[in-house]
């Protein structure tokens, strides 16, 4: 009742509302903050639905993915109430190199900067990481859509050698059958340089493309999906072994990350969806 005549009446003092209600100053803010905590409480539980579902949600994801389920309330309140309720965490990350680029393999130039893609397989983004599990570490080797941003194949393994992305990059070409002319982005890594690797290239019609030795933000696509990977799933678990992490992660990719995650770059929609928003657009 108080918050209506406010909302009514704008203009009119508290000593005036308060009067005109018969009631106290203090019983006034003692309601108004009452009402706060119970909408704070309520909006707390959402916001646990929903970083319980995605673990390494900031408040801006958090924001629109409430919006998305009906449930619209401003940015710099859920930053408060995550805040205040410590729903925001920066879990560590861990190190191990991956990249070997000091070999007498062919080197290609970064062409990347000339591409802008404007559709689904036109430019690949591939790379490689660690990930820890009980008795050491394993490998995942992923390809990326610069488009759309989906993992369209992925691999894991024991060994750090050409046949992890390999694999990755057959994966892709089984599920998405390109047509020749596609850049394929990688690092100077040896394993990407490999014969083998450039040679199933070249078959299918990509044109490779490697990133400057020592700079990251060549393949900045893939540095955010690995940072996200890390930060949202492999950095939260205790793999057992490969078969452990390799269950949990592809449920990840296939599921959360390219289906459910929201994508900032994306207008704040999943990858599938704006995949989907693109193709039907097309027609």
């Known amino acids: 009742m108080i918050e209506d005549a406010r909302s009514a009446h704008p203009e009119v003092s508290v000593r005036r509302l308060c009067a005109l209600h018969g009631v106290s100053r203090s019983w006034f803010y003692d309601q108004q903050a009452r009402e ?14 929903v970083v319980e579902e995605f673990v390494g949600y900031g408040y801006r994801r958090v924001t629109r993915e409430l919006a998305r389920r009906g449930r619209p309330v401003n940015h ?32 290609f130039p970064n062409l990347l900067p000339d591409v ?14 660690y990930v820890r599990v009980r008795q050491g570490f394993v490998y995942l080797a992923c390809v990326l859509d610069g488009f759309t941003r989906e993992v369209v194949g992925w691999s894991m393994s024991k060994f750090l050698d050409a ?11 089984a599920t998405r059958c390109p047509a020749p002319g596609l850049l394929h982005h990688s690092d100077q890594g040896v394993q990407y340089a490999s014969r083998v690797y450039v040679d199933r290239l070249r078959s299918t019609g ?56 929201l994508h900032s770059s994306l207008g704040y929609v999943p990858p599938a969806e704006f995949a989907a928003r693109y193709t039907a657009a097309q027609r």
């Open 206 to 261: 990509m044109k490779p493309s490697m990133s400057r030795t020592g700079n990251p933000y060549d393949n900045a696509k893939m540095e955010s999906f690995y940072k996200t990977l890390k930060t949202e799933e492999v950095d939260r678990q205790e793999y057992v072994d490969l078969d452990d992490a390799r269950w949990h992660i592809g449920i990840f990719i296939a599921d959360l990350y390219n289906h459910r995650r």
């Open 163 to 173: 046949e992890l992305p390999l694999a990755a990059l057959n994966n892709a070409l």
């Open 116 to 129: 802008v893609p404007v559709r689904p397989d036109q430019v690949w983004h591939a790379d490689m990481t």
């Open 36 to 49: 706060e905590t119970d909408t704070d409480q309520a909006l707390c539980q959402d916001i646990e639905t």
């Open 76 to 107: 710099k309140r859920v930053l408060r109430v995550m805040r205040e309720r410590h729903l925001l965490c920066r879990p560590k990350r861990r190190y191990r190199a991956t990249t070997e680029s000091n070999h007498h393999e062919k080197r």
